[in-house]
């Protein structure tokens, strides 16, 4: 059995050949690039680590398989990413144990709150990056399936001058609110 993806096979049957081409044009017509802005109705922490978000996405080709509907879990990812980042900061501050006195009077280290507050946002982290396969496993399943085909890019580099890299895309996005 051929288990490879449409857009991928190869026949000498010119039958199969347009059931496939047809296939791939299906799949093609599915992974159309779409809006990724954030949602207007959506609480987001900040709005600089969803735009760094989408930008990396689309800068590794990674936004074809999403969808509209997905910006509401992009947003989750955005907002998790930031609580983890304020989490870190914190720990940088305080440290992860402190010296503190028990019951009975004697010094103890007691590890900071911010320690299993850290390692639980780093498994929603994970867990929600898998859900959208963005983690490095699916990821590379995601790119062995569809991403090998160069057929499956549309591009419009006319809306993007050459010299302009991601960072001016991102301010020009924060800023033009």
Do not use: W
């Amino acid at each position: 059995m051929n288990i490879k993806p449409s857009h991928l096979k190869k026949d000498s049957n010119p039958f199969r050949q347009k059931q496939n081409e047809q296939q791939k044009e299906k799949m093609k017509e599915q992974f159309k690039a779409v809006d990724l802005s954030p949602p207007k109705h959506f609480h987001l922490r900040n709005e600089l680590v969803y735009h760094l978000l989408v930008a990396n996405l689309e800068k590794l080709s990674l936004n074809i398989h999403l969808k509209e509907i997905d910006t509401f879990s992009l947003v989750s990812i955005a907002n998790t990413i930031d609580l983890l980042s304020e989490i870190e900061r914190d720990l940088q501050e305080t440290g992860t144990t402190t010296i503190g006195k028990d019951n009975q009077g004697n010094t103890k280290v007691i590890a900071s709150p911010l320690v299993p507050m850290r390692n639980t946002t780093q498994r929603t982290l994970a867990q929600q990056l898998k859900e959208l396969q963005l983690d490095p496993a699916s990821r590379q399943l995601l790119t062995d399936s569809v991403l090998n085909d160069v057929n499956m890019f549309e591009t419009d580099f006319d809306s993007i001058e050459d010299d302009e890299d991601i960072q001016n895309i991102i301010a020009r996005a924060v800023g033009g609110k």
